[in-house]
């Protein structure tokens, strides 16, 4: 089982409390981006195209505290940016363990090796290295020879000295599925905990616009891949009914604030994946968020996403409504051969806007202001008029 009973079953609980409720919206998992910055470049990523002013921002530990208790989500996925720059990122992910709060902390694995030592095995901890697929496809995904053979090398490190481990493996058009097959086969081979895949979302900053998958193409490379893994055993960390969404079996919207995000921003609107606005605190976000305005076929930008991001959470909550479905799409896995679900119409969806550049300039001018100093006040000296000199006598 790729994700831990115990896991499973507060998870469950804290769902179910959730719909028996009555809440509409809930977070399933607090996405934390404490830092822009990174090591890597990848051609598909849009999160690093900052200014260094802003590359340079931190969210401190008790930020990241205050954002858990605000959200107060069961899982929490620590992203980037690269994390383990962040020095005061042990300190974060103790505290939020100590909170019994399960931690997946996303690295691509160059500076795991090196950090290893500040951390702890724990139920409630493990690591999410990023591999999208065999060492050609990685390294090329990355834009960097060497990344996937140090990634595997502390992954190998990880799993000896006692950590959980599981892989983020991103796909894109082009992807070979009997070779992404063989991958999965190769991970598990490796002894790693879990998988968590999804299509590459096509962020509009990102350098290489032309291999991002539209959901038609997502449906048939997941219908591929899951084909010829079929008795093979792979173990997911996502949610059956989610990988039987990616395989165009299921026809659902997105819920985004499923799993909102925190970044030095703020808290991201809509979703972890679309920066069009920020809140300053939790309960605005889910508050004041137009979440209507936004999922496939009511955004264009959303038309392609079937990105977990906003996707498991859906899954997580039919799977609540309908047990007895999860439990046969656990047992037989995904359908790969029946007609698929019908698709969501796109006729109404409004257009993009773009307005990434706003935010980016109404943060450099908060930077800015930070950085000017206050000016003194100004002193008004009032000298006393001259006492009139005695008469001589």
């Keep these: 089982m790729a994700v831990p009973l115990m896991q499973a079953v507060r998870v469950g609980g804290y769902v179910v409390k959730q719909h028996l409720s009555g809440r509409k919206r809930y977070p399933l998992v607090l996405m934390l981006e404490p830092l822009f910055r990174c090591n890597l470049a990848c051609a598909g990523c849009g999160k690093i195209d900052y200014p260094a002013a802003i590359l340079n921002q931190r969210m401190s530990v008790q930020e990241c505290l205050d954002a858990d208790a605000e959200a107060d989500a069961p899982v929490i996925a620590i992203a980037g940016g690269e994390p383990l720059l962040h020095k005061e990122m042990p300190e974060i992910v103790r505290g939020l363990i100590a909170r019994k709060k399960y931690v997946y902390l996303c690295t691509n694995g160059l500076l795991l090796e090196k950090k290893m030592d500040e951390y702890e095995p724990s139920p409630f901890f493990s690591w999410d290295v990023h591999l999208d697929g065999d060492k050609e496809m990685h390294d090329a995904s990355v834009c960097q020879e060497g990344v996937y053979d140090r990634a595997v090398a502390a992954i190998r490190k990880a799993k000896a000295r006692g950590f959980r481990v599981s892989i983020n493996c991103t796909l894109f058009d082009g992807a070979d599925p009997a070779?992404?097959?063989a991958f999965f086969d190769e991970v598990m081979a490796m002894g790693v905990d879990g998988i968590m895949?999804?299509?590459?979302?096509?962020?509009?900053?990102?350098?290489?616009?032309?291999?991002?998958?539209?959901?038609?193409?997502?449906?048939?490379?997941?219908?591929?891949i899951?084909?010829?893994?079929k008795g093979h055993k792979w173990r997911f960390t996502q949610s059956p009914l989610f990988?039987?969404?990616?395989?165009?079996?299921?026809?659902y919207h997105c819920t985004p604030w499923g799993k909102p995000l925190r970044t030095v921003f703020g808290w991201q609107r809509p979703c972890y994946l679309?920066?069009?606005g920020y809140a300053k605190t939790f309960d605005e976000l889910m508050s004041d968020t137009k979440w209507d305005d936004y999922g496939t076929g009511n955004y264009e930008k959303c038309a392609d996403c079937m990105v977990h991001s906003g996707y498991e959470s859906t899954a997580v909550q039919d799977a609540v409504r309908r047990p007895w479905h999860i439990a046969k799409v656990a047992l037989f896995g995904p359908e790969t051969e029946k007609p698929m679900a019908p698709e969501i119409s796109l006729a109404n969806q409004r257009p993009a806007q773009y307005v990434f550049s706003q935010h980016v300039d109404e943060k450099m001018a908060e930077l800015d202001s930070r950085k000017k100093p206050a000016r003194p006040p100004r002193v008004t000296v009032v000298r006393e008029a001259a006492e009139p000199a005695d008469a001589a006598d």
Aim: glycine share 8%.
């Design 179 to 181: 070779r992404v097959a």
């Design 197 to 224: 895949t999804a299509p590459g979302y096509a962020y509009e900053r990102a350098p290489d616009q032309e291999h991002f998958l539209n959901r038609q193409k997502t449906k048939q490379l997941f219908r591929d």
């Design 226 to 229: 899951f084909r010829r893994g």
């Design 243 to 251: 990988l039987n969404f990616l395989a165009g079996n299921e026809t």
């Design 274 to 276: 679309l920066g069009e």
